[in-house]
């Protein structure tokens, strides 16, 4: 198939990145906003920071001896941790509102070699079967997913993994998620959530952990959501933590807050 798409130029982009990111706040649980964001996204070289750019690997071991088996990352967008998370033996499930994440999360087919040859790099769709054409990205430009690579050399494999991609809300009652999860990570989205709204976000992940479960939440751009969200979830009887690889204590529910600029 012909690649007809167009990149907009770098001014057009932030605009039009700025105006859709003011809808998503109005609409957060908006999947055809969020399958927009994702098809422009997917156009620009930095869809490649969404698949990579999360730096998990450090707690892996930590999670491993700490025994942590299931794992939900809510909110997944494209990201590929779902499958490094399965590759070193982790129950995982990653959910997503938007049809279009999934499916462009889910497209890849990691492997050990793709691991150590830099998987992400060169993409075309005849070696991904992505049913919807090619990543931009083809330069060989050192960025964050640099880093990236290198972090997942090391990954330990474990057999015994276990992965699932879900398109739903994972604010929804009847979320299709049930199981509690020893570890939920929810990346770069509770952002665009405010008040009631942000209030059942945090308390649908709350509800939704094991007896000693931890969560992970990193926010973008809005410093003041991590004090709201640390102050909502401290109601929920959560244990706020400054740092899990320094944590000795693995009693009762806790949470890590990041701010990532
Ligand atoms: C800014 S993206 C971040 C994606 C990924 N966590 C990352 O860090 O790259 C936010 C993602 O959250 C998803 N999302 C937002 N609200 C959601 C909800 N209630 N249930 C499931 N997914 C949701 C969106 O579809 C989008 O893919």
Known sequence: MEHTETKMDYTSRN???????????????????????????????????YMTKIHIVNFVERWI????KTILVAGNGVSQHPKLLQYAGFQVTAIDISPYATLFASAF???????????????????????????????DDPDDSSMYYEEVKTLPKRNGGTLEFI???????????????DLIMCYRTLQY?????LKKACQSLVSRLS??????????NH??????????LQNEDIRIIDDY????????????LIFET
């Open 65 to 68: 001896n700490t025994g942590i």
């Open 167 to 181: 398109t739903g809300d994972f604010i929804s009652d009847d979320m299709l998620v049930t199981k509690p999860f």
């Open 15 to 49: 605009k039009y990145f700025y105006e859709l990111n003011k809808k998503l706040v109005n609409e957060p649980r908006s999947s055809s906003l969020w399958d927009e964001y994702w098809s422009n996204k997917k156009k620009e070289h930095y869809v490649m920071d």
């Open 223 to 232: 410093r003041h959501i991590v004090q709201e969200i640390s102050d909502l």
């Open 193 to 197: 959530y405010s008040g009631d709204l």
């Open 109 to 139: 087919h990691l492997n050990t070699y793709d691991i150590s040859m830099k998987f992400f790099r060169n993409l075309n769709p005849q070696k991904t079967g992505l049913p919807y054409g090619e990543l931009t990205d083809t330069d």
């Open 245 to 256: 690889l320094n944590e000795t204590s693995t009693d009762g529910k806790r949470c890590q």
């Open 211 to 220: 007896f000693n479960g931890f969560l992970m939440i990193s926010v973008t």
